[in-house]
C-alpha cells in the first residue's frame, strides 16, 4: 500500500525539489496533491484522503498554522512535516505543538528528508498494523457472537434443556431479555427454482445459498427490533426468522419479494402460529417448518405463504421415540410410528404426511447428535417430492424403518454403543460450553440415570464430567486471552465459568499463573505455545 503525501508551499521550486530529492514511490509513498497556499490545500484535505502534508509555515492566504489547525479538523490522524526558513523558526515550534511529526530547515538536504520519512512511514505502518489488528478482533468477536447466539437459538428451537439458571445471563448476553415476553412467530423460507430465471445451471437454488443467506440477514437488520435470523448448518438453503407477533406476514412478504428481486429467485415460506413464552418456541419452530413443506408441495405457482394449524405430536412420543432409536430398540420403535401413522391417516392422507415429517426431523436431529449422516442422503427431508408416492400408512412406516435401521446398523455393540453415546456428549459439550452445563441435565438428554452416566463418562472420557467441561471451557478461555482484549471479566462470562473469581482460581491451578499474566506472556506477536507443554 502507498501512504499518500500532500505538499503545500507557495513556492514551485520547492515543491519540484523536493520531488526530485529521493524516490517517493520506492519508499512507499505516493505524491497526489499540491497546493500553493493554505486555501488550495485545505480544499484538497476535504475532497482526497492523505497519509502526510508536507506544509511551509509562511504562505499567502492561509499560512501554515491555520492549515495545521484545520488539517486536523478533516484528518486527525494525519502525519504532518514542516518545511521553514530559519526566520520562520517560531511557527515551526507553533507546528510542533500542533503534533506535527517533525520539522526541517530549508534548504533541505536529500538525507534528512530521507531520514525523516523513513521516521514517518514507520509510524504509519504501526497505526496501519495496530488497525489492522482491531478490525480483525472485532471481526473475530463479531463472528463468536453470531455463532454463539446460533447455538442458543438452535438449542432453544429444538428443546434441548437448558438450565434455568442460565437463561437470564445468556438472554441477557444477546439480548433477547424482551423476548421471551412477547407473543412470537417462527417464519421458515427456503429458495425454490423460479419461472422468472434464465435456464443457466448456475442458477440453481444450490448454487446461491449463500446469497441469500446474506440477503435474509440484511432484511432482518432492516427490523432491529423486530426480527431475530438464524439458520442451521446442516440445512445452508433454508434460513429461520422470529418475529414479532404482528409483522409476519409484512416480513414473509419482504421475504418473497426482495428474493425474487435480487436473487431471481422464487422462496418457499412457511409461518408458524404465535406463541409467547421460551418453553413454546420449539412448537412455533416445528409449525414453521411444517408449514414451509406444505408451502413445497402446493406448486411453485402459489407464492402466498403458508400457515399449518395441525397438532404436533406429543412431548412424550417424541422421547419414546428417542429412547428406543438411540438404544437400538426397533421393535418398540415401530409399534409407536405405527400408532401414530394410522391414528393420523384416519383422519387425513395429509396429516399422516404431517406426522411422518415431525418424526423425520426428530430422527435427523438424533442422527446429528450421533456424528451420522441423516439418512441415506443428507437432509432427505428438504424436498417434498419423496412423499408423493406415500398413500397408506404400511409404506410411511415402510420409509421411517429403513432410516431408523440403517441408523442403528451404523451403531456399534452396546459396549461400544456407550463410548458413542459419550463421544456425541463431548460433542455437545464442545458446542455449548458456555452454558450452564449439569451432569444431570445432560444424562437426561441421552436418557441415561445421572449416576450410571457419571460412571460411563469417566470411563470412556478418562476424567470426570466436571474436569472434561472445565478443560474445555479453558481451552476457549485461552484463545481469547490470546487473541483479544476482553476483560477477564467478559472471558468468565463467554466460556461459561461462573464468575471471574473462580476463573483466576482454575487459572492459576492449572497453569500456575494468572489470565492476565498469560496474556503478556501470549500476545498474537508472540509465540503461541500452550502452556501446558
Given at each position: 500500500?502507498?501512504?499518500?503525501?500532500?505538499?503545500?508551499?507557495?513556492?514551485?521550486?520547492?515543491?519540484?525539489?523536493?520531488?526530485?530529492?529521493?524516490?517517493?514511490?520506492?519508499?512507499?509513498?505516493?505524491?497526489?496533491?499540491?497546493?500553493?497556499?493554505?486555501?488550495?490545500?485545505?480544499?484538497?484535505?476535504?475532497?482526497?484522503?492523505?497519509?502526510l502534508l508536507i506544509t511551509d509555515m509562511n504562505m499567502p492566504v492561509m499560512d501554515g498554522v491555520q492549515l495545521l489547525d484545520i488539517c486536523r479538523s478533516h484528518n486527525p490522524s494525519i502525519q504532518?512535516?514542516?518545511?521553514?526558513?530559519?526566520?520562520?523558526?517560531?511557527?515551526?515550534?507553533?507546528?510542533?505543538?500542533?503534533?506535527?511529526?517533525?520539522?526541517?530547515?530549508?534548504?533541505?538536504?536529500?538525507?534528512?528528508?530521507?531520514?525523516?520519512?523513513?521516521?514517518?512511514?514507520?509510524?504509519?505502518?504501526?497505526?496501519?498494523?495496530?488497525?489492522?489488528?482491531?478490525?480483525?478482533?472485532?471481526?473475530?468477536?463479531?463472528?463468536?457472537?453470531?455463532?454463539?447466539?446460533?447455538?442458543?437459538?438452535?438449542?432453544?428451537?429444538?428443546?434441548?434443556?437448558?438450565?434455568?439458571?442460565?437463561?437470564?445471563?445468556?438472554?441477557?448476553?444477546?439480548?433477547?431479555?424482551?423476548?421471551?415476553?412477547?407473543?412470537?412467530?417462527?417464519?421458515?423460507?427456503?429458495?425454490?427454482?423460479?419461472?422468472?430465471?434464465?435456464?443457466?445451471?448456475?442458477?440453481?437454488?444450490?448454487?446461491?445459498?449463500?446469497?441469500?443467506?446474506?440477503?435474509?440477514?440484511?432484511?432482518?437488520?432492516?427490523?432491529?427490533?423486530?426480527?431475530?435470523?438464524?439458520?442451521?448448518?446442516?440445512?445452508?438453503?433454508?434460513?429461520?426468522?422470529?418475529?414479532?407477533?404482528?409483522?409476519?406476514?409484512?416480513?414473509?412478504?419482504?421475504?418473497?419479494?426482495?428474493?425474487?428481486?435480487?436473487?431471481?429467485?422464487?422462496?418457499?415460506?412457511?409461518?408458524?402460529?404465535?406463541?409467547?413464552?421460551?418453553?413454546?418456541?420449539?412448537?412455533?419452530?416445528?409449525?414453521?417448518?411444517?408449514?414451509?413443506?406444505?408451502?413445497?408441495?402446493?406448486?411453485?405457482?402459489?407464492?402466498?405463504?403458508?400457515?399449518?394449524?395441525?397438532?404436533?405430536?406429543?412431548?412424550?412420543?417424541?422421547?419414546?421415540?428417542?429412547?428406543?432409536?438411540?438404544?437400538?430398540?426397533?421393535?418398540?420403535?415401530?409399534?409407536?410410528?405405527?400408532?401414530?401413522?394410522?391414528?393420523?391417516?384416519?383422519?387425513?392422507?395429509?396429516?399422516?404426511?404431517?406426522?411422518?415429517?415431525?418424526?423425520?426431523?426428530?430422527?435427523?436431529?438424533?442422527?446429528?447428535?450421533?456424528?451420522?449422516?441423516?439418512?441415506?442422503?443428507?437432509?432427505?427431508?428438504?424436498?417434498?417430492?419423496?412423499?408423493?408416492?406415500?398413500?397408506?400408512?404400511?409404506?410411511?412406516?415402510?420409509?421411517?424403518?429403513?432410516?431408523?435401521?440403517?441408523?442403528?446398523?451404523?451403531?456399534?455393540?452396546?459396549?461400544?454403543?456407550?463410548?458413542?453415546?459419550?463421544?456425541?456428549?463431548?460433542?455437545?459439550?464442545?458446542?455449548?460450553?458456555?452454558?450452564?452445563?449439569?451432569?444431570?441435565?445432560?444424562?437426561?438428554?441421552?436418557?441415561?440415570?445421572?449416576?450410571?452416566?457419571?460412571?460411563?463418562?469417566?470411563?470412556?472420557?478418562?476424567?470426570?464430567?466436571?474436569?472434561?467441561?472445565?478443560?474445555?471451557?479453558?481451552?476457549?478461555?485461552?484463545?481469547?486471552?490470546?487473541?483479544?482484549?476482553?476483560?477477564?471479566?467478559?472471558?468468565?462470562?463467554?466460556?461459561?465459568?461462573?464468575?471471574?473469581?473462580?476463573?483466576?482460581?482454575?487459572?492459576?491451578?492449572?497453569?500456575?499463573?494468572?489470565?492476565?499474566?498469560?496474556?503478556?506472556?501470549?500476545?498474537?506477536?508472540n509465540d503461541n505455545d500452550d502452556p501446558k507443554k
Amino acid at each position: 500500500m502507498m501512504y499518500n503525501v500532500l505538499i503545500a508551499d507557495d513556492e514551485l521550486e520547492v515543491r519540484e525539489g523536493l520531488k526530485l530529492k529521493v524516490d517517493w514511490q520506492g519508499m512507499g509513498f505516493a505524491i497526489s496533491g499540491e497546493a500553493a497556499n493554505g486555501i488550495e490545500a485545505e480544499e484538497l484535505l476535504k475532497a482526497e484522503h492523505f497519509d502526510l502534508l508536507i506544509t511551509d509555515m509562511n504562505m499567502p492566504v492561509m499560512d501554515g498554522v491555520q492549515l495545521l489547525d484545520i488539517c486536523r479538523s478533516h484528518n486527525p490522524s494525519i502525519q504532518i512535516m514542516i518545511i521553514t526558513g530559519f526566520e520562520d523558526f517560531q511557527y515551526a515550534r507553533a507546528g510542533v505543538r500542533s503534533q506535527a511529526m517533525d520539522y526541517l530547515l530549508k534548504p533541505v538536504t536529500r538525507d534528512e528528508l530521507k531520514t525523516t520519512l523513513y521516521k514517518i512511514k514507520e509510524t504509519l505502518d504501526n497505526k496501519k498494523k495496530v488497525h489492522g489488528d482491531s478490525e480483525m478482533m472485532q471481526w473475530r468477536l463479531s463472528q463468536y457472537y453470531k455463532e454463539m447466539k446460533q447455538r442458543f437459538l438452535l438449542d432453544l428451537v429444538r428443546g434441548h434443556r437448558l438450565p434455568p439458571s442460565s437463561l437470564p445471563e445468556r438472554l441477557r448476553l444477546f439480548h433477547l431479555e424482551s423476548w421471551q415476553d412477547h407473543s412470537i412467530c417462527f417464519i421458515t423460507a427456503g429458495m425454490r427454482d423460479s419461472d422468472i430465471q434464465t435456464a443457466s445451471v448456475e442458477r440453481v437454488p444450490e448454487k446461491l445459498h449463500l446469497a441469500f443467506e446474506l440477503l435474509c440477514h440484511e432484511l432482518a437488520q432492516s427490523y432491529p427490533y423486530d426480527v431475530q435470523v438464524f439458520h442451521d448448518g446442516a440445512h445452508p438453503g433454508i434460513m429461520h426468522f422470529i418475529t414479532l407477533d404482528g409483522i409476519q406476514h409484512e416480513f414473509a412478504q419482504q421475504i418473497t419479494a426482495q428474493t425474487r428481486s435480487v436473487i431471481t429467485m422464487d422462496v418457499q415460506v412457511g409461518l408458524g402460529l404465535p406463541v409467547s413464552g421460551l418453553e413454546r418456541w420449539k412448537d412455533g419452530y416445528i409449525h414453521s417448518l411444517l408449514a414451509w413443506n406444505s408451502a413445497g408441495r402446493k406448486g411453485a405457482q402459489d407464492r402466498v405463504p403458508v400457515v399449518d394449524h395441525s397438532p404436533l405430536l406429543p412431548e412424550e412420543t417424541n422421547r419414546m421415540l428417542h429412547r428406543c432409536l438411540i438404544r437400538g430398540e426397533l421393535d418398540s420403535f415401530r409399534n409407536v410410528i405405527q400408532k401414530e401413522l394410522t391414528d393420523s391417516f384416519r383422519i387425513s392422507i395429509s396429516r399422516m404426511v404431517r406426522s411422518l415429517f415431525q418424526i423425520s426431523l426428530l430422527m435427523e436431529s438424533i442422527a446429528i447428535e450421533f456424528n451420522q449422516p441423516p439418512f441415506e442422503q443428507e437432509s432427505s427431508w428438504i424436498s417434498p417430492e419423496w412423499v408423493l408416492w406415500l398413500k397408506t400408512p404400511e409404506q410411511a412406516e415402510l420409509l421411517l424403518m429403513h432410516w431408523a435401521e440403517d441408523f442403528v446398523n451404523q451403531q456399534q455393540p452396546s459396549e461400544v454403543g456407550e463410548a458413542t453415546v459419550i463421544e456425541s456428549a463431548k460433542r455437545y459439550i464442545e458446542e455449548n460450553y458456555m452454558l450452564e452445563l449439569t451432569l444431570t441435565s445432560l444424562a437426561e438428554q441421552f436418557n441415561y440415570y445421572p449416576t450410571y452416566f457419571s460412571e460411563m463418562f469417566k470411563e470412556a472420557a478418562g476424567v470426570s464430567f466436571i474436569q472434561y467441561v472445565t478443560e474445555v471451557r479453558m481451552k476457549h478461555a485461552l484463545r481469547l486471552l490470546k487473541e483479544t482484549q476482553l476483560t477477564v471479566w467478559d472471558v468468565t462470562e463467554l466460556t461459561g465459568f461462573r464468575s471471574p473469581s473462580y476463573f483466576s482460581s482454575k487459572f492459576k491451578k492449572m497453569f500456575h499463573m494468572s489470565p492476565s499474566d498469560y496474556r503478556l506472556l501470549h500476545s498474537e506477536k508472540n509465540d503461541n505455545d500452550d502452556p501446558k507443554k
